[in-house]
């Protein structure tokens, strides 16, 4: 069976599966009433995209140093960049939104909301990102830097000619996940107030009392997104492969 | 090349397990050894003696504690900038994993000499091509590592070492990883870069190609080398008892 076939019958299976579902609890669907807002679902959308890909450039970023920080055999830099790790992925997102936003944000005089959305975002996705590239660059063995140095490269060269080809072979995966998780924490941005996609299903719901009419184009809205994302990083992965020696 | 070495020390922390406090390892012991003027070196002993560690310092990839080295009269240097000008002037090759997996053969002998040595990438070709021909792996150059024995590995390895015409090259117990039929081909490789007239350190386990490669032998052992002597004599004329029974036990196996 060709591998397409094989999606097309999975996914008619499950819609099918909800429609089933959706048909037993008899329920009213009243899309003319949402379909006036479409406007503001695609504002939403739209903000949500740019969101997206500004924390999505930035986590990378900020992962990178702050792996770097874990691996640098510096007590003070490695410390500061494990207390940031934990803190991040040991408390709530909206936590780390409400008290950024509101105390962190205005006491330094951030006030562009979407621009304090968009760094507490990376922050968060950003101690993420730095523990996968840390367990990338643990995994390259210590004969290939050996093998570096012996050549005589830097130790720039051998980041980028030996180490992070090797690495970011492995992460590769790891990162597609995360990213598509970024995506979707994007989603928690309304709770400061950011218009982006979830906060403009929100308010179209109240204001038409649509529930479901509203949050299934969101979902919809969320898979547009990550599927690219998903395929990418297979398309990628593909492109890095190499058998090991 | 004349090879001088005074009162190397290395100390390695060891790691604190199970409870037990942090310690030191002291893995070369005030070894002391004076060379003639030689082609080869070949380091033998017993395994855990320091022979390595040796090599890694002469290579210039690690620092020792104190302690001298002198290859010629010229003493190494113990700061990184300088020894990595250093490790360009020479060649080192390991037990395994020489090569860059993500590199096929000839990305890993141009990578030295386009990024290290400011060739251009065709005059690098250039420089390969012949040597690639010589060894017979030209047929392998498109290659990745992992599509390569471990034979041939090495020796595109010992040919990324050669090509950037070092001063002398480094073997680290070159064929230990690898199988008897294909530890044949590399001794056999770094005989003929030796009958070329190149300079060379080797830790080899091998007594019989130690023998057949050697100007002269020392002999690693507890950290320190108590007999350097040419190949003849320390095969057939060594009374030193370490010596002697390092022999038998190696030679009956």
New interface residues.
């Given amino acids: 069976m060709p591998r397409w076939l094989a999606h097309v019958i999975v996914v008619a299976a499950f819609a099918a599966a909800v429609a089933a579902a959706f048909a037993r609890v008899n329920y009213e669907w009243n899309w003319a009433a949402v379909w006036d807002y479409r406007q503001k679902f695609l504002q939403g959308w739209l903000v949500t995209v740019a969101l997206s890909l500004a924390a999505l450039a930035m986590s990378i970023l900020i992962g990178g140093v702050t792996a770097v920080m874990l691996r640098s055999g510096r007590p003070l830099l490695e410390a500061a960049a494990r207390v940031y790790v934990e803190l991040i992925r040991g408390t709530p997102l909206l936590v780390q939104l409400l008290i950024g936003f509101y105390v962190v944000a205005t006491a330094v005089g951030l006030e562009n909301r979407y621009v304090a959305g968009v760094l507490l975002l990376s922050l968060f996705s950003g101690a993420y990102m730095a523990e996968i590239f840390r367990g990338g660059l643990d995994a390259i063995?210590k004969?290939?830097v050996?093998?570096?140095?012996?050549?005589?490269?830097?130790p720039w060269?051998l980041l980028r000619?030996?180490v992070l080809?090797?690495a970011v072979?492995l992460v590769l995966p790891a990162v597609a996940g995360q990213l598509v998780s970024l995506v979707k924490d994007s989603s928690l941005l309304s709770v400061i107030a950011i218009s982006e996609f979830t906060l403009a299903a929100q308010e179209v719901n109240s204001f038409t009392y649509s529930t479901l009419e509203s949050y299934l184009p969101l979902a919809a809205g969320y898979l547009l997104l990550t599927l690219p994302l998903s395929a990418l990083a297979r398309w990628l992965e593909r492109r890095?492969r190499?058998?090991?020696? | 090349m004349n090879l001088v070495v005074e009162d190397l020390v290395q100390r390695f922390p060891v790691p604190a397990r199970g409870g037990r406090a942090a310690g030191v390892a002291t893995v070369l012991d005030r070894l002391s050894l004076t060379t003639g003027e030689i082609g080869t070196l070949v380091l033998v002993g017993p395994s855990g003696g320091g022979k390595s560690t040796l090599l890694r310092i002469l290579a210039g990839l690690d620092v020792p504690t104190s302690g001298r080295v002198a290859f010629d009269g010229q003493p190494l240097p113990s700061d990184e900038e300088s020894l990595r000008r250093y490790r360009r002037t020479v060649g080192t090759v390991f037990q395994a994993y020489n090569l860059f997996p993500h590199l096929t053969a000839m990305q890993n002998l141009l990578l030295p000499l386009v990024h290290v040595h400011g060739l251009s990438e065709a005059a690098a070709r250039e420089r390969v091509r012949e040597p690639l021909e010589r060894f017979r792996l030209a047929e392998h150059a498109h290659k990745r590592p992992a599509e390569l024995s471990g034979g041939q590995k090495q020796r595109i390895a010992i040919l990324r070492a050669l090509v950037v015409q070092p001063r002398r090259l480094f073997f680290d117990e070159p064929t230990s990883a690898l199988d008897p039929e294909m530890r044949a081909e590399v001794l056999e490789m770094i005989a003929e870069v030796r009958a070329a007239g190149a300079q060379f350190v080797l830790v080899t386990h091998e007594m019989a190609f130690a023998r057949r490669v050697a100007d002269e032998i020392a002999f690693v052992a507890d950290g320190q080398v108590p007999v350097v002597a040419p190949a003849a004599e320390f095969f057939d004329r060594q009374h030193d008892p370490r010596v002697r029974s390092f022999l038998q036990l190696t030679l009956a196996t």
Avoid at chain 1, 146 to 154: K, P
Avoid at chain 1, 242 to 245: D, G, K, L, N
Wanted: net charge neutral; aromatic share 8%; no cysteine.
């Fill in positions: 063995p004969a290939q050996d093998s570096g140095r012996a050549i005589g490269l830097t060269q000619l030996v080809p090797q072979r890095f190499y058998e090991t020696a």
